[in-house]
């Protein structure tokens, strides 16, 4: 695998390939984990070649903590990366994301009700953030196929709008969410759980199982909703700031009995110093 720490390195080699080779990225920020493998076992499957970043955006979070938080494991994570086949590495300062005279062409773009529900709702400036960088990224690696994961639900669906919107040529890629034994997500943020805490985090699958089970027999959603966010509240190391079932297609809630693509319920959810989330598709076709 090479590693390129400039977009002109990396376009340099890309540039060099053959022109018929199909290339797949997947962004990462790095703290890699089996979820990360999982995109690029993808990518690796149906492409010539596998392109991977690690850069850990500052433009998308919304709370400094938890940015100066956010594991970092670059060595860890190309190990792994070479290991499951990938054969170039972007990994970044942020000053070669964002060079002093970088025009962002996303500031001007509307997400409208996609971001004004959950994270968008919760997390102020999140999104525009991820839509930047998510811009920026492919136009440095102009790939065949962007390669995301379902577990960022939301985020699919923003960066798939900005991608209509500016008119970038790149198909999508969605990879399952892989799961712990006990059903936990994985995510890069789960290492940062103690041992109770982890405990309890296992439990959050559990709740939007039970979410998925009451529509499937038939339930009120908005009671079904009511009913999981309180169980989650009642768990001394559970704070949900959130449970939502809703339209996969435009994210907004869904009204019992209306015709949907995709049923998905979706949660975020802090426990100790960590906020989590999660989804599940319900069912597709209803
Ligand atoms: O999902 C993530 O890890 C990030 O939001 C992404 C897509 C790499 C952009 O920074």
């Known amino acids: 695998m090479r590693t390129f720490p400039t977009a002109t390195g ?5 540039d060099g390939l053959p022109n018929d080779q199909t290339v797949a990225y997947v962004p990462t920020m790095g703290a890699l984990h089996a979820g990360h493998m999982a995109l690029i076992t993808a990518a690796r499957d149906s492409h010539d070649v596998v392109v991977a970043s690690i850069f850990v955006n500052p433009t998308q979070f919304n709370e400094a903590s938890d940015l100066d938080t956010y594991p970092r ?26 060079p002093s005279d970088y025009e962002d062409r996303t500031s001007r773009l509307d997400f409208g009700p996609l971001v004004a529900v959950m994270e968008g709702a919760n997390r ?21 196929t962007l390669v995301l994961g379902q577990k960022d639900y939301q985020q699919v669906a923003v960066i798939r709008s900005m991608i209509e919107q500016l008119g970038v040529k790149v198909d999508v890629t969605v990879v399952p969410t892989v799961r712990e034994r006990d059903g936990l997500a994985l995510s890069s943020r789960n290492r940062r759980l103690n041992d109770a805490e982890r405990l309890a985090a296992g439990t959050i699958n559990l709740h939007l199982k039970a979410v998925a089970a009451g529509l499937t027999a038939g339930w009120d ?19 949900p700031e959130y449970v939502s079932i809703f339209d996969g297609d435009t994210l907004q809630p869904w009204a019992a009995d209306a015709p949907v693509r995709e049923l998905v319920v979706a949660t975020a ?3 100790g110093p960590v906020r989590l989330i999660d989804n599940f598709i319900v069912r597709t076709s209803f």
Do not use: N, S, W
């Open 221 to 239: 959603p908005k009671e079904l909703e009511k009913t999981a966010f309180r169980e989650m509240a009642h768990h001394e190391l559970l704070a």
């Open 269 to 271: 959810v802090r426990c």
């Open 124 to 144: 102020p400036g999140h999104f525009a953030g991820v839509a930047q960088v998510v811009y920026r990224l492919l136009d440095i690696v102009r790939p065949t």
């Open 10 to 14: 990396l376009r340099t080699y890309l």
């Open 73 to 98: 494991t670059p060595e860890a994570d190309a190990d792994l990366l070479q290991l499951h086949g990938c054969d170039a590495l972007y990994l970044p300062a942020v000053e070669d994301v964002y």
